[in-house]
């Protein structure tokens, strides 16, 4: 799917380009940092006939690092494109779930990569060397979810189930300001709404232990939304 996804925005772009005005090529390259700090999980059990993973809800997500590349094409002064891959490696799914007593304490590593085709709106102004700008974009993510592990203290139970992965649509939102340090560079910083759509667990084997006697038990899998505010700063080099 990942491989799909970029050969089809690379496509896509090198259509728009094909597409333009070629006497003066606006072709791009860019690449990106930031930091997503991240939403409410609300990581929840997917109903099916097994044992129950999560009786009630668990939010905690902590945030990310994010590096992307890229590649678009600017149409005229106002009006760029581009394609744009980004992961995300650093979620980490952590809370209780206190609807059980004593309470569960639950993490898993959630990892997300997203392909992106964005559309930008600069408000250029020739007299000045920076430009605000806002865009949107729609994409899809890969996010895979390491094995749920959990501890119980006050019961001695401890233990892992199934880890995941679902493919999902996402958007951005992105407003920002880029500084033009030549004809062909440009830096900028940006804020960034993302949605990564959802994470989940598969259902399958539990097996952990209870005051140091192995058990196991067939669960139900988890799904958690996966969305974060994000800062984030790019280089982008024109041809």
Same mark, same amino acid.
């Given at each position: 799917?990942?491989?799909?996804?970029?050969?089809?925005?690379?496509?896509?772009?090198?259509?728009?380009?094909?597409?333009?005005?070629?006497?003066?090529?606006?072709?791009?390259?860019?690449?990106?940092?930031?930091?997503?700090?991240?939403?409410?999980?609300?990581?929840? #059990?997917?109903?099916?006939?097994?044992?129950?993973?999560?009786?009630?809800?668990?939010?905690?997500?902590?945030?990310?690092?994010?590096?992307?590349?890229?590649?678009?094409?600017?149409?005229?002064?106002?009006?760029?494109?581009?394609?744009?891959?980004?992961?995300?490696?650093?979620?980490?799914?952590?809370?209780?779930?206190?609807?059980?007593?004593?309470?569960?304490?639950? #993490?898993?590593?959630?990892?997300?990569?997203?392909?992106? @085709?964005? +559309?930008?709106?600069?408000?250029?102004?020739?007299?000045?060397?920076?430009?605000? @700008?806002?865009?949107?974009?729609?994409?899809?993510?890969?996010?895979?979810?390491?094995?749920?592990?959990?501890?119980?203290? +006050?019961?001695?139970?401890?233990?892992? +189930?199934?880890?995941?992965?679902?493919?999902?649509?996402?958007?951005?939102?992105?407003?920002?300001?880029?500084?033009?340090?030549?004809?062909?560079?440009?830096? %900028?910083?940006?804020?960034?709404?993302?949605?990564?759509?959802?994470?989940?667990? #598969?259902?399958?084997?539990?097996?952990?232990?209870?005051?140091?006697?192995?058990?196991?038990?067939?669960?139900?899998?988890? %799904?958690?939304?996966?969305?974060?505010?994000?800062? #984030?700063?790019?280089?982008?080099?024109? @041809?």
């Amino acid at each position: 799917m990942s491989k799909k996804m970029m050969q089809a925005g690379v496509l896509a772009v090198l259509g728009l380009v094909a597409g333009g005005a070629l006497a003066q090529s606006g072709v791009y390259v860019r690449g990106d940092l930031g930091y997503a700090w991240a939403d409410g999980a609300g990581a929840r #059990n997917v109903r099916s006939t097994a044992i129950p993973q999560l009786v009630g809800t668990v939010d905690g997500m902590k945030d990310s690092s994010i590096y992307g590349v890229g590649i678009g094409y600017r149409y005229n002064p106002n009006l760029r494109v581009d394609f744009t891959l980004a992961h995300r490696g650093d979620f980490r799914l952590e809370g209780n779930d206190s609807a059980v007593a004593p309470a569960i304490t639950y #993490n898993a590593d959630v990892k997300s990569t997203a392909y992106m @085709f964005n +559309g930008y709106w600069d408000f250029k102004d020739a007299s000045r060397s920076f430009t605000p @700008f806002v865009g949107l974009g729609i994409g899809w993510s890969e996010n895979k979810t390491s094995s749920l592990r959990y501890v119980q203290p +006050g019961a001695a139970l401890a233990g892992q +189930g199934p880890g995941g992965k679902k493919n999902d649509f996402a958007w951005q939102f992105t407003a920002g300001v880029s500084f033009d340090i030549s004809k062909q560079l440009s830096v %900028e910083a940006a804020y960034r709404f993302m949605d990564l759509g959802n994470f989940k667990t #598969n259902p399958g084997v539990n097996s952990g232990t209870v005051a140091g006697v192995p058990w196991s038990a067939t669960v139900d899998g988890v %799904e958690g939304k996966l969305r974060s505010n994000e800062l #984030n700063v790019g280089v982008r080099y024109g @041809f």
